[in-house]
């Protein structure tokens, strides 16, 4: 038996043409009968470190009865120099969070995935608390099951108060330990109780795994990392799955 929350989330790798450039995590959104790649926006694009790719390739699990068999999808990011991604925009400025529509036609028909919905998102009315226990469902440094095509899990708390935009920003802190290559990873706590809509993926999806912080003024030697993490809230998918999401103008290089 595989974790339905395996099969929920994918590797990314970047492109730009022919080349590999780097290395993500990612997971699948649905939406009425939309399917979306999410993961962070600065996989797309990401000026400082001049990472322009022009597509994506995921694996694909193929056979419900054998999960090592798989095939590789490859995602254009861009249709006439416009991009075909989407990301999110707040009063506080861009939020690193991107989704992808799939075009299902052209998935293979025995594709074995899972997807998190609009079901799966918290509930506003509800509280979570400082401490409590997450995972995070990603490829740290690209390292997974390269047998079975499965992520790895790490695990993670609630370090900031869920609901609070910590430093005015969309985001809130987890504590655990992360690595490169985890870049949009779904950050998830277990539901508590199964909704109809939910039995297949018992998870209640918090946020989206950004980045590591530490500070400038640590001193190397003394000081071990702070091992903080900024998970971006999950509600933005609400926004970038809408019909006609706004498109993001070509990227400049």
Same mark, same amino acid.
């Given at each position: 038996?595989?974790?339905?929350?395996?099969?929920?989330?994918?590797?990314?790798?970047?492109?730009?043409?022919?080349?590999?450039?780097?290395?993500?995590?990612?997971?699948?959104?649905?939406?009425?009968?939309?399917?979306?790649?999410?993961?962070?926006?600065?996989?797309?694009?990401?000026?400082?470190?001049?990472?322009?790719? $022009? %597509? @994506?390739?995921?694996?694909?699990? *193929?056979?419900?009865?054998? &999960? +090592?068999? #798989?095939? =590789?999808?490859?995602?254009?990011?861009?249709?006439?120099?416009?991009?075909?991604?989407?990301?999110?925009?707040?009063?506080?400025?861009?939020?690193?969070?991107?989704?992808?529509?799939?075009?299902?036609?052209?998935?293979?028909?025995?594709?074995?995935?899972?997807?998190?919905?609009?079901?799966?998102?918290?509930?506003?009315?509800?509280?979570?608390?400082?401490?409590?226990?997450?995972?995070?469902?990603?490829?740290?440094?690209?390292?997974? $099951? %390269? @047998?079975?095509?499965?992520?790895? *899990?790490?695990?993670?708390? &609630? +370090?900031? #108060?869920? =609901?609070?935009?910590?430093?005015?920003?969309?985001?809130?802190?987890?504590?655990?330990?992360?690595?490169?290559?985890?870049?949009?990873?779904?950050?998830?706590?277990?539901?508590?109780?199964?909704?109809?809509?939910?039995?297949?993926?018992?998870?209640?999806?918090?946020?989206?795994?950004?980045?590591?912080?530490?500070?400038?003024?640590?001193?190397?030697?003394?000081?071990?990392?702070?091992?903080?993490?900024?998970?971006?809230?999950?509600?933005?998918? @609400?926004?970038?799955?809408?019909?006609?999401?706004?498109?993001?103008?070509?990227? #400049?290089?």
């Amino acid at each position: 038996m595989i974790d339905p929350l395996l099969l929920a989330a994918a590797q990314i790798r970047t492109f730009l043409g022919p080349q590999l450039l780097t290395s993500a995590s990612g997971f699948f959104f649905e939406r009425d009968s939309r399917l979306y790649l999410v993961t962070s926006r600065h996989v797309m694009v990401d000026a400082p470190s001049q990472h322009y790719p $022009d %597509r @994506l390739e995921i694996e694909l699990h *193929v056979d419900r009865e054998n &999960v +090592a068999e #798989s095939t =590789g999808f490859s995602i254009p990011l861009y249709r006439d120099g416009t991009a075909i991604w989407h990301q999110g925009l707040d009063a506080a400025g861009e939020i690193d969070v991107a989704v992808v529509e799939l075009d299902r036609s052209a998935l293979p028909p025995t594709m074995v995935y899972y997807a998190f919905t609009p079901a799966h998102l918290s509930d506003p009315h509800e509280h979570v608390e400082v401490g409590t226990s997450l995972l995070v469902v990603g490829f740290p440094l690209g390292f997974h $099951d %390269r @047998l079975h095509h499965m992520p790895v *899990v790490r695990h993670a708390v &609630v +370090a900031s #108060s869920f =609901g609070l935009r910590f430093q005015g920003e969309g985001y809130f802190l987890t504590d655990a330990r992360t690595h490169r290559g985890t870049s949009g990873a779904p950050v998830v706590m277990r539901a508590s109780g199964r909704r109809p809509d939910q039995a297949d993926l018992p998870w209640v999806l918090l946020g989206v795994h950004s980045a590591r912080f530490d500070m400038e003024t640590r001193d190397q030697n003394q000081d071990e990392a702070l091992g903080l993490n900024c998970a971006w809230y999950a509600d933005i998918l @609400l926004t970038l799955t809408e019909e006609a999401p706004q498109a993001v103008p070509p990227a #400049s290089r």
